[in-house]
């Protein structure tokens, strides 16, 4: 499966310049196409004939850059997953928080929930979309990976505690009612999964640091 091929936003460069502007001009048409016709038609439309149809980008650089219609259908979505990875804190609370309402915008967001539904609909029966689905679940997880090592090394965290559990119990919540139960949810239902985790996972004697607002002195306000 080549859905990582060149999906990190490489391309023709001049020395000192970074991408060449008509490449990355490109690449922008070719994913925002992309990104239209995944939903106004669904995954199959994400092709390199329709992409070059809509986008005005011939297929051989289509091609050059997304070797088949996976690659493409990757950086779609991992396009749209950058965009809503948050800068971190240091402070525990906040930085699941923000880890957990990027995910719940991904999840109302139409490019990339039709997208993942469609990846998980296919990863089954198609081996080009199983490795897809891997490469957008590493994409989308490292965040979180990287938050709940740092607090369980530091101690904040239970020592004993399953990193790959740990993702489980934030995210699955919110990919399950979404995807699942077809339900909408906001911000609030993204602080009780994150306080809900802390609650049972929280060291004895860390919720102040950790940013737990039950552990934050009482001010009157």
Known sequence: MSAQADTTGH??????????????????????????????QGWAAVTHVTVAARS??????????????????????????????????????????????????????????????AVVERAGVDPAFSGLKEALYQAGSGGFRAIVGRARDDGTLRPD??????IDQLAGPLIFRR??????FGPEYVRAVAD???AANLTAGTADTAGDPAARPDTGA
Do not use: C, N
């Open 161 to 166: 505690l399953d990193v790959e559990l740990a």
């Open 56 to 117: 005005g980008v011939g297929r051989t650089t289509l091609y050059r850059h997304w070797p088949d219609a996976a690659a493409l259908l990757y950086e779609a979505i991992a396009q749209r997953i950058a965009s809503v990875r948050p800068a971190p804190t240091g402070v525990l609370r906040d930085d699941l928080i923000g880890q957990l309402d990027g995910l719940r915008e991904l999840l109302h967001d139409p490019v990339a929930e039709r997208g993942m539904r």
């Open 196 to 198: 809900s985790f802390l």
């Open 179 to 184: 995807l699942l139960a077809e339900r909408t």
């Open 11 to 40: 391309g023709p460069r001049v020395p000192g310049r970074g991408m060449d502007p008509r490449a990355a001009r490109s690449r922008a048409s070719a994913l925002a196409a992309a990104q239209e016709l995944l939903v106004e």
